[in-house]
């Protein structure tokens, strides 16, 4: 008797152990949930799954094309949602990730994304696509992972952002060896 109450207690707790597990344990999920967030068109509900996914003081940049000069964009994700709301009336964004690269050591990481950015025009029902090369820097905190920092441009041009995460493209000094 004493064992089966043990034994219950036991698979009890294994079970609250789990659902206790941080969400964001790992990079694919928060990965997963930042394009959730990004295409999500009621603000409050992208404003809590931001608030979720960020550090406090966390950056957004944007480089942006405007007639071939590359300008950037940047704030903290609050100001990144107060400054897209016009945006977000107008359009109805969707996202598709098409490639990733992840390279992590302990608690840092990056990740390296292609996405396919899908908006739809509220009023006319045109739709606007565009590839996008985005990259999040994350840290490992509290058993989960936070994003610390996200910046990201657009195809420009001629200038195909595919297959842009080739090993080729790597660097590395080897007299440091």
């Not at 999500?40 to 007639?67: H, M, P, Y």
């Not at 608690?107 to 985005?134: E, N, R, Y």
């Not at 297959?163 to 493209?169: E, N, S």
Request: net charge negative.
């Amino acid at each position: 008797m004493i064992r089966s109450i043990i034994f219950i207690g036991l698979v009890f707790w294994s079970f609250q152990m789990r659902s206790q597990e941080s969400e964001f344990s790992n990079l694919g999920e928060i990965t997963d949930a930042f394009y959730s967030a990004l295409s999500e068109s009621d603000s409050a509900k992208r404003s809590d799954q931001f608030s979720k996914l960020f550090t406090k003081n966390a950056q957004i940049t944007a480089v942006v094309d405007r007639g071939g000069l590359s300008k950037t964009k940047n704030g903290t994700w609050q100001e990144f949602l107060q400054k897209s709301n016009s945006f977000y009336q107008s359009y109805a964004p969707t996202y598709l990730e098409l490639e990733r690269e992840v390279e992590y050591y302990l608690d840092l990481a990056t990740v390296h994304s292609i996405a396919q950015q899908t908006a739809t025009d509220k009023s006319t029902g045109k739709i606007h696509q565009q590839k996008m090369w985005i990259q999040l820097d994350l840290v490992f905190q509290s058993n989960r992972w936070f994003i610390a920092n996200a910046i990201w441009t657009h195809q420009i041009g001629s200038i195909q952002i595919n297959k842009a995460l080739l090993q080729d493209t790597l660097w590395h000094n080897e007299s440091t060896d």
